[in-house]
């Protein structure tokens, strides 16, 4: 019967994960890429000295492509931001998207040579009449110049369509399937290369101009809006990605933000993954997440700060855990049996107390994997009981509420008798990414459970537990405290350490 049960749990999860990495329906953006903040640079003329406003001198651009490198951005090719937009998939931590319209000269003089000095890939956006000499007035690549710059794979060329119209939004839908096709076609022939991505003239476009680019089989579009930087992740759509006018490249460098530095889905358990700090709003909610290493709980001997907590025992990262009596200051008594592997003693609730927590999370521990499970007074209430549920458990205690359970988040009806379970509090929690690696947090906003338990779901949370919450909130991480108050001193702390180097994971699936 169990292996029927867990056959049925890992055909179930398999299923959550083949649904949850299937890219969203083209051309909308994955709820998970809007965690990111992926600016996409907007640049035209690059010359010796300015003629418009919008130019860019020779000098401004390589300060402008150093204050990228010394600042730890790395420069991403257009092909691995739409994957990011259409997955989710994470991006290096801090990516930028070089782009530059309108074929200038100073594209292939000077631009060109300084990709390939510093290898960042960049994105051109070529109006064919221009190139061939139909349109005159500023400097213009030659075709001879763009084949060469098209054979490196630093280079991406995307069409800005036959005579770069002032508002793709005025013309007809011959006039459109002239601008949007035929630019299209020229690319291709001239260049011997597939045209994926098309950038509207002056941004401008509406249902009817993007109707046309996904008709003309483009799979992307940039546009852009005037006095106005908008990161990719909050475009409308792939058929108009948000771009930054140059000279926002400074709040460009300072936002830029690549989505959780998480892994993608995995069955079972990680506990091997390097600690990481992500700091993410959702919803004007900012959330402070920690995730990788091994999870264990302490408890204490009498009542600490957590970031004391956590460093006398040496661990990268902590959070509050377990609820406990406010009957005397320096008690480390708490509510509910705990078994913590620091102790290594069992010590059992009082019934009274017990009784309260039925059905609330038992969360237990162990080497290599984590379940959680309704707690029932008659059956986990003694080392033997906790046992019976998992062998070879090294720490257990039971949380205030299921956040998020197998990838939902809870209703209001399951919080049971919490008392002001959806009342706005600073919240702690900790639970297992999609990733199979554990993840602890706060909330630095007061939050309701039950739309703390929809972010954390949107996250990518498997399974979220809240800990004692309200004034008790705390969260350390490398020896210093991330709360921006002095909350009480507590027993308990579910922590993260360090993953031993030579320890490999088995994955286990639990059954919820």
Known sequence: EMGLANLITTLGEQ???AANTIPNPWPTIHERARLGKVPVMMYHDILPKKKVSFDVTVKQFE?????????????????QLIQHLRTGEALPEK??????????????????????KYNYPAVFSVYTDKVEGKIVGRSTLSWSQLQEMAKNPLVTIASHSVTHPKD???????????????????????????????????????????AWVKVGGYEAALTMENNRNIFSNKSKSLLAIDRFGQSGLKKAIAKTFGGLQLPPWKFGFDFTGQIIKNEITLQGIPLILISGGKPITIHADSRYQVKDIVAKHQAIAGVDGVFFSLEKLDSNEVIGPIFSQNTKKFVPGDSYDNNKLKNRPLVLISEDKVDFIPFHPENHNTIKGIKAEMPNVTDAFVGAAFLVRNYQPQPPESFGKLFKFNEPRHRAFWGIHRSGQPIIG??????GSVKLGQLLAQVGFRDAVMLDSGASTSLAYQ??????YTPPPVPHVVALVAPKLALKS???????
């Open 442 to 447: 706060v909330s630095y906003k007061r939050v």
């Open 95 to 116: 990516p930028i998207v070089l782009t530059f319209d309108d074929g200038y000269i100073g594209h292939y003089e000077i631009v060109y040579p300084l990709l390939k």
């Open 506 to 512: 088995t994955c286990f699936v639990t059954q919820h």
């Open 168 to 210: 793709l939004t005025k013309l007809s839908d011959r006039e459109l399937q002239a601008e949007i096709f035929k630019s299209k076609q020229i690319l291709e022939k001239k260049l011997g290369i597939k045209i994926n991505y098309f950038t509207y003239p002056e941004g401008k476009y509406d249902e009817r101009v993007s």
């Open 63 to 79: 300060k402008h492509l150093e204050l990228i490198q010394e600042s730890g951005v790395t420069p991403i090719s257009l092909d």
């Open 15 to 17: 299923t959550i994960v």
């Open 479 to 484: 020896g210093k405290s991330l709360v921006r």
